[in-house]
């Protein structure tokens, strides 16, 4: 793409991790340039995001997420350069309301007619701007349930969201409810921005456990589900559809090795003991600690070699290629992942190559692996070129 769209995205500290992490991943998988600003800070900087997620409390719970990388100064961008506009949820809208500058870019999206996706509470921000343009008045707007009032308030046409997942359009505004609505949230941004995917339908699996790493599978999962040719399910040994599966945030913190953190809760969609894989087209396989112990299931041996002896796309990251290794289907096979990982793909029978910088990934035949979650935006549209999926501005 020789001049890709160009999307904003207004961070802030306490942002929701993955209301932050995966559009930004999914856009930039998809072809776009993507850059990521907070006021006060600069490019390089991190913002702390949260997890938010329900709980058997009147409100969801909170918990620290990954630190989320600046990509860009805010102090330096030019809001004429720009296609789109994103603005996750979280706490940071609270403060980032507040902000003069911010609600000046936002009114400036609004008055030019881009699309503006924005996301939970990222909605109070886009109530702030209203005194200044009319971002959303007379407007259908929905976010999650308790930034209602403040949008009624502010003269939007408020739209109760039904569901987590409830996500509404109205002309270039896209808003949804929360994370749960990723799917529907990016799919509707990306055709506001002029983009059509293209591929044919494919089913594809997640094969998850305890405490995989958050991102590694919450980002593909989400980037695959959006694009319409894409059908996916997730299983996990032992658990059906509707359980969940812990997950842990890795992140890379100053340490000899990298932190972990209790993530998100991932919704499984299907049982594992009913799956029958002659009937999806590829394997994404996350990594974190999971790994460790689906690699000693013999059930999860035998998924794994049904899609590589088929030929079929497979996707692996960081520790996933220590069940690739166990199911000895990496001899002759060139890969990279996680650096703690190149014993088991060495002793496996495959070439490891280097994952420098470790958001390198590579493909292999029917093989994508990558080293860990910075590499996803390689990681998915390599994946991707394997299906046949592309998505077209």
Known sequence: MANPKKVLMI??????????????????????????????????DICRTAIHQ???????????????????????????????????????????AMNESVLNLVTHF????????????GQLILAAAAAKADVIKGRKVTAYATVGPVLAAAGAHWVHPETLASCTVDGNLITAASYVGHP???????????ATVVGSNKRILFLCGDYMEDYEVMVPFQSLEALECCYVDAVCPEKKAGDTCPTAVHDFEGDQTYSEKTGHDFTLT???????????????IPGGRAPEYL??????????????????????????QQILSAAGVLK??????????????????????????IDRCFTDGNLVTGAAWPGHPQFIAQFMSLLGVKVCF
């Open 270 to 284: 299907a049982n594992f003991h009913d799956v029958d894989a002659s009937t999806y087209d590829a394997l994404v």
């Open 54 to 96: 329900g709980s058997p409390h009147q409100t969801y719970s909170e918990s620290r997420g990954h630190n989320f990388t600046l990509n860009a100064t805010f102090d330096e961008i030019d809001a004429n350069t720009y296609d789109g506009l994103v603005l996750p949820g979280g706490r940071a809208p609270e403060y980032l």
């Open 295 to 320: 690699a000693l299931d013999p059930t999860v041996i035998k998924l794994v070699k049904h899609f590589m002896d088929s030929g079929k796309p497979v996707a692996s990251i960081c520790h996933g």
């Open 332 to 357: 002759g096979k060139k890969c990279t992942a996680y650096p703690a990982v190149k014993l088991n793909v060495e002793l496996g029978g495959a070439t490891w190559l280097e994952p420098d910088p």
């Open 11 to 44: 961070c802030g500290d306490y942002m929701e991790d993955s209301e932050a992490m995966v559009p930004f991943q999914a856009l930039q998988a998809y072809g776009l340039s993507v850059d990521a600003v907070c006021p006060g800070k600069k490019s390089g």
């Open 184 to 194: 529907e949230f990016i799919r509707h941004f990306i055709k506001a921005l002029g």
């Open 110 to 121: 609004a008055k030019s007619g881009k699309p503006i996706a924005s996301i939970c509470h």
